[in-house]
C-alpha cells in the first residue's frame, strides 16, 4: 500500500535557525497537505498544494509539492518557539477521492 | 456545531472489556474520518465515511473494531474486547467533502488505555 515517509524524524534547532521537513510518497500524489500538531493537541490543517512544482507561503513558512508530485518539503525560516511541535504530510493517491495518508511525520524542538 | 467533538476525553477500561467512543463532527461536513495515534507516531487510518456511500473500512485493524455512522452525522467507534495494543489516542476528523481541496478538522481525540 500507499506510503509516506517523512525525514527527519526529530530536530532540535535553537530559535532563529532554519528548518526543513521532507515528505517521500512511494506513490504519485493528487496533492498534498501539511499539519501541525503541538504538544498534547491534535492535528490542525496548514495548507494544501495540488499543482506539480507548486510553491506556497504562510508568513514564515515556505512549502512545496515536487515537479513528480511524489514529495514535498516544508521550510521554516527563522524559528520561533511557537514553531514547537510535530509536522505531518499528508497525502491522497491519484484516482482516489477517500482517505488521506498521513506521514511519518517530523518533530521540532525549538529552544531558545 | 464549531468543531468536532469527541467523547470521552479519556478512558480507562479493564482488557476484555468493550468501549464505545463518539464523534460529532462539524455540522454539514459530509466526510467523517477515524484515526489512531500511539504514542509519538504516526496517524494509522481506521475508517472512513462520505454521505450515504458504504463506508471504506480497509484500515480497521481486526473484526473487534466496528464504526457506525447515524444519520450522516454522529459516528460511534466500538472496540470489543480491548486489548493492551488497542492503547492509543483515537482521532475523529471531518471535512465538508472527501475530494481533495478539504482539509480535515480533527476533533482532541478520545485517550484510551487498556489495563
Known amino acids: 500500500g500507499q506510503q509516506v515517509m517523512q525525514i527527519p524524524q526529530y530536530q532540535h534547532v535553537q530559535e532563529g535557525e532554519d528548518f526543513t521537513t521532507y515528505c517521500n510518497s512511494s506513490t504519485t500524489l493528487s496533492n498534498i497537505q501539511w499539519y501541525k500538531q503541538r504538544p498534547g493537541g491534535h492535528p490542525v490543517f496548514l495548507i494544501q498544494?495540488?499543482?506539480?512544482?507548486e510553491v506556497k507561503k504562510q508568513k514564515r513558512l515556505t512549502f512545496q509539492f515536487g515537479e513528480a508530485k511524489k514529495n514535498s518539503s516544508l521550510h521554516i525560516t527563522a524559528t520561533q518557539t511557537t514553531d514547537v511541535g510535530t509536522y505531518f504530510c499528508a497525502g491522497r493517491n491519484t484516482g482516489t477521492a477517500s482517505k488521506l495518508t498521513f506521514g511519518t511525520g517530523t518533530r521540532l524542538q525549538v529552544t531558545l | 456545531g464549531a468543531g468536532v467533538s469527541q467523547s470521552p476525553s479519556n478512558k480507562v477500561t479493564e482488557k476484555g472489556k468493550d468501549v464505545e467512543l463518539r464523534c460529532d463532527p462539524i455540522?454539514?461536513?459530509?466526510?467523517l474520518y477515524w484515526y489512531r495515534q500511539s504514542l509519538g507516531q504516526g496517524l494509522e487510518f481506521l475508517i472512513y465515511f462520505q454521505g450515504n456511500s458504504a463506508p471504506d473500512k480497509s484500515g480497521l485493524p481486526s473484526d473487534r473494531f466496528s464504526a457506525e455512522r447515524t444519520g450522516g452525522s454522529v459516528s460511534t467507534l466500538t472496540i470489543q474486547r480491548t486489548q493492551q495494543e488497542d492503547s492509543a489516542v483515537y482521532l475523529c476528523?471531518?471535512?465538508?467533502?472527501?475530494?481533495?481541496?478539504?482539509?480535515?478538522?480533527f476533533g482532541s481525540g478520545t485517550r484510551l488505555t487498556v489495563v
Open positions: 455540522s454539514g461536513h459530509t466526510a
Open positions: 476528523a471531518s471535512s465538508l467533502f472527501a475530494g481533495p481541496g478539504y482539509g480535515y478538522t
Open positions: 498544494l495540488v499543482k506539480s512544482g
